[in-house]
């Protein structure tokens, strides 16, 4: 239902339909910040880049085949146009704890659970918690770009790896071992912290 909606909307944005443009807007601008903000150290940048990549996806509408659903191609549009804009500043893209923070609170679903978890947990259990997170933190913003950025689509953003292979504009082999190495990656940071056996993986 969502991706047809989407494609009428399209349809209507090529006929000249500004309001119809609009309404993809608000539709994706917060999901699109929220994913800019977990690649850009700055997060004064994360408004500019966000309407750079609408006004990107707005000139280059009268390609998109629908090949994929919108919201990929738009989401491929923004990794593309964060990118550009870190290397015309010189600056490397990392996720920070503070763009981890702001988009957990956003995810209303995850926030209540998160508070249904921890209401009966002692602090020395949520100290170890807080440990953990912040592990999972570091070890994902030390990763090499490619590998965060299938990592955050995929267990952030919820992509499929389908889509990812759509935004990455690669082979999904290539997701799917970029994905595997993350995680690796990560689990290597935990072990010592959960004490797991070799060979377990987050």
Partial sequence: MSDDADQ?????????DMQAFEMLVV????RIE???GRFVRDVDLVPDIAQETFIRAYRAIPQFRGES?????????????????LADLKRDPVMTESALASASQDDEGTERR???LSHDETPEALMASRE??????AAIAALPDDLRQAILLREIEGLSYDEIAVVMACPIGTVRSRIFRAREAIATRLRPLLDTQQGRRW
């Fill in 34 to 36: 929220r994913l800019i």
């Fill in 69 to 85: 659903a919108f919201y990929t191609w738009l989401y491929r549009i923004a990794v593309n146009t964060a990118k550009k804009a």
């Fill in 132 to 137: 953990i997170a912040d592990t999972v933190n």
């Fill in 114 to 116: 998160e508070h249904e």
């Fill in 27 to 30: 539709k994706y601008q917060r």
């Fill in 8 to 16: 009428q909307l399209v349809e209507r944005v090529r006929q000249g």
